[in-house]
Nanobody, 119 residues
Framework: QVQLVESGGGLVQAGGSLRLSCLAS????????MGWYRQAPGKQRELVAS???????NYAASVKGRFTISRDNAKNTVYLQMNNLKPEDTAAYYC?????????????WGQGTQVTVSS
C-alpha cells in the first residue's frame, strides 16, 4: 500500500508560479513511476506530467516549457513546479503513483489539491 498526500495548491494570478508537493508513504520502495494529473469541472482527468524511477519525464503539450516535474527519492516526494500559470490551468491536481509487484500493477491517488489561476 502507498499513501500520497499533496500540498502547495492555492490561488495565484495569471503569470504567477506555484509548486506542488506529493509526499509518499508506505511501500515506497515499490513505486515505479509518479505523476500529476488534473481535473477541471466538467472535464476528464488528464495527465499533466510524469516521472519514472529512473528520472525519465513526460509532459502534456499544454504545459511543456512551463511546468517541471522532479523527484526526491530520499524524501519520497515528487514536485511539480508550475510557472507562467494560465487561467486554463485551474483544476484540482492529483498525485499518482504506479507500483509494480511482479507482473501486477497497482495505481494510487492522493486526495487532490486545488489550483486556481485568476486572470
Amino acid at each position: 500500500q502507498v499513501q500520497l498526500v499533496e500540498s502547495g495548491g492555492g490561488l495565484v494570478q495569471a503569470g504567477g508560479s506555484l509548486r506542488l508537493s506529493c509526499l509518499a508513504s508506505g511501500s515506497t520502495a515499490s513505486i515505479n513511476a509518479m505523476g500529476w494529473y488534473r481535473q477541471a469541472p466538467g472535464k476528464q482527468r488528464e495527465l499533466v506530467a510524469s516521472i519514472t524511477s529512473g528520472g525519465n519525464t513526460n509532459y502534456a503539450a499544454s504545459v511543456k516549457g512551463r511546468f517541471t516535474i522532479s523527484r526526491d527519492n530520499a524524501k519520497n516526494t515528487v514536485y511539480l513546479q508550475m510557472n507562467n500559470l494560465k487561467p486554463e490551468d485551474t483544476a484540482a491536481y492529483y498525485c499518482n503513483a504506479v507500483v509494480f509487484v511482479g507482473i501486477m500493477m497497482s495505481t494510487y491517488w492522493g486526495q487532490g489539491t486545488q489550483v486556481t489561476v485568476s486572470s
